[in-house]
């Protein structure tokens, strides 16, 4: 993965993560994670995320490594009241700093606890008692965080729990280190998502890029059943990074067309809803094997009520008749899972809803109920609007959970499509 | 968190993750979570994580420290034949052993990719060059993995990819490690999930816990908006371990009543699924705040279509007197989310549908939309089943997502109440 791999080296950073949880599989890591990418966004780069258990030799020696290695250190987890928090005691012993009630911080977590209503438990007194010399991150939160220096080191001790964790590292963490130092290259990243390219088919097409874009970094991550594009520039300057990035997505847009469906943020669903808010048009859909999946991505996005009017999902074959009008001639000739069945359905829930769009899908999720002629991951989709109606039939392979979100994404790109009158019915 | 507290000090092993997408915020860790939780159910506890970037001076580094401190090094990512792939190359450069070619392996890996149809690219030889005594972990795939040992240290080399990554895990690394040491006391874990009580009240509940269970470890999670119990048995023969499990989780269901819903694996939707199959009942669902969301989770379970007729996503106000018979002077006087709305919705989706049980949601998933008097995430849940209707008002909190998450959860809850018999309608 070529990500990081012309990243600038600032400051010498890493990161300790500490907690039982976390090397037991119990729980997958969310703080190294999100701290890295915080971090790298900034343009400070981290070598190394420990993970180590709740226990004093584990923690003493991953600080004392730690110390030695890298200017910076971030720690996160152990700064609880309960008896297995040990992070604090750690730093105490190892820095040969002794913990010192803080007298101020006390009263501030009393506050707290009565005006939550909570009763006071003597447990609590432990989060006051910091090592000597240690500054509080943001002293208007119980769980306040601290940092302390030794000569070119800083040492900063964050709670494990990650919304605590987050809020520390933005308003405290960054702008200290940032003050400390400032990176003389900023890397900005975009993260173009396509859907309905294979990751070989992008490298195909990747071969056409211009060899000007040879500063910028491209990396290449399947996210099923999308393929997401990073692309890194690193610059001094806001805009000339813009402009650089501006560029690169042009060229990659202008590569893969209609395959590029978002960026950053969107989703497939806000693009397409937000096309359908800027055309003034309806969306009703009829589901058979996604079982409201589509629906529910629709409704996902906050305002979607202006142009989703309705979904009949419709399970049994007798709802498809009652709820869409599909006639029970179809369902027997063809069957349920059909191209005729789709494009009734298709209609009936356009007719029904008077939308301008009417979508639908029916189709096998699996395991059971796969045919030789229709086997498992067979999945027809149907779209009906302005006196027309469109339908084909897919192959989606996996599990019937790859089956369904594979089936919705494809139903939503059809919208997509349809909308902004790209080449329609893509394979996959 | 209390969960592996007094586990066994076996061997002393650990984990390094190499791969710069893990150090950069851009792809959260699986094979560290994955191996430490596979080693751990063996009762092998891994002591640290490792993470680190795809470049020599870390790799090294971390290698040399690892078999310092560690018996067992188990190593994942590096392995493949691009550039960035640097693993092998560093363990021949610390561990002073030259690369070799292994023509076996040469030969395998042609032929695998000639009959997948590829092309071969120079590159890929690069897979077969093995550091000098590397033994080969699985020689039946192309991404073999190799282990290599010096003296009581082992060290295991394992792809990055998740998926290979686990299969070499389980059919070699795992079998080869028990050999060596067969773990005296063998942990068992089960997972109990709760939903309808906060983690404080279920500390309560735990205060009247048998002391015959002290050498039973639980620890709590939440697991928005479930929490989940985990109990962990160590012990050395199966049986003895089974049945302390079993006493443990029979106390914990004997405290918490019907809060508790399913164990390990079971999801609500499955549970409930279950349910009406065994009752051979059927349901339909009328959602509206929830856009879809319970009728994908009731599909989202294998052969639900034995138990599920339809949905009818109301987003409209139009589509619930269209669909459901809601009356129009009901959505007039009091509102589409109201008491009165609910029940109409639910008695109208089990009319149509003819289904025994109808259930329905309507409320304000935020942001827009909330008054004084309903502000957002109010949400009206009702239950018609057997000329009986039920109905009652819920607050939720947080955003969008969770509103709709809470939703879909209290509302499937409310089935599995209502078919268990057990008291009806939850706070939260």
Redesign the interface.
């Known amino acids: ?5 012309n ?1 600038e080296e600032t400051m010498s950073m890493e990161i300790i993560i500490i ?12 703080n ?10 900034r343009g400070l ?10 226990n004093y030799p ?1 923690i003493s020696s ?1 600080l004392r ?1 730690a110390v030695k290695k890298s200017q910076v250190v971030i720690v996160t987890g152990g700064l609880g009241p309960t008896e ?1 928090d040990r992070t604090t005691e750690a730093v105490s012993r190892v820095f040969r700093r002794p913990l010192v009630l803080d007298q101020d911080l006390l009263a501030h977590i009393m506050e707290s606890i009565a005006r939550l209503g909570l009763s006071w438990s003597p447990s609590l007194e432990k989060l006051a008692w910091l090592p000597k010399g240690a500054r509080i991150l943001d002293p208007n939160r119980e769980m306040c965080g601290f940092s302390i220096s030794r000569g070119d080191r800083h040492l900063y001790f964050l709670p494990g729990v990650p919304e605590q964790m987050r809020e520390l590292m933005n308003r405290a963490v960054i702008p200290d280190l940032l003050q400390k130092h400032k990176p003389r290259l900023i890397p900005r990243h975009r993260l173009l998502k396509v859907y309905g390219m294979s990751e070989s088919q992008i490298a195909d097409a990747f071969e056409g890029l211009s060899d000007k874009l040879n500063t910028v970094i491209f ?1 290449f ?1 399947p996210s099923f059943p999308e393929n997401h594009i ?1 692309i890194t520039v690193r610059g001094k300057e806001d805009d000339q990074i813009d402009r650089e990035l501006q560029k690169a997505e042009q060229e990659i847009r202008h590569l893969l067309g209609p395959y590029v469906f978002a960026s950053d943020e969107q989703t497939m669903e806000a693009v397409v809803g937000e096309m359908l808010k800027e055309r003034r048009m309806t969306l009703s ?1 009829a ?1 058979s ?8 991505r ?3 996005i ?4 202006v142009y ?9 074959n ?2 498809k008749v ?2 869409l009008g599909v006639k029970q001639e179809i369902l027997t000739a063809y069957g349920a899972v059909s191209d005729e069945a789709v494009r009734e359905m298709a209609e009936g829930i356009k007719g ?2 008077h939308t301008d769009i009417g979508l639908a899908v029916t189709g096998i ?4 109920g796969g045919t030789d002629d229709k086997p498992v991951g067979t999945v027809y989709i149907g779209l009906s609007a302005d006196e027309q109606t469109f339908s084909a039939c897919y192959r989606f392979s996996g599990e ?2 790859k089956v ?1 979100l594979h089936s919705s994404e494809m139903a939503l790109d059809w919208v997509r499509r349809y909308l902004y009158g790209y080449p329609f019915i893509p394979g996959i």
């Open positions: 993965m070529p990500f990081i791999r990243a907690g039982d949880e976390l090397i037991s599989g119990k729980t997958r890591d969310l190294g994670w999100y701290a890295s990418g915080c971090l790298l966004s780069l981290v070598s190394e995320i420990r993970t180590v258990g709740d584990s991953a490594a297995d990396g991550y990073t859909v589901e094997c996604t079982g409201g999946l589509i629906g529910h629709i409704t996902s906050p305002g979607s009520s989703f009017d309705r979904g009949a999902t419709v399970y049994s007798r709802s009652e709820m029904t809803a999720a699996g395991p059971e019937r959970d369904k």
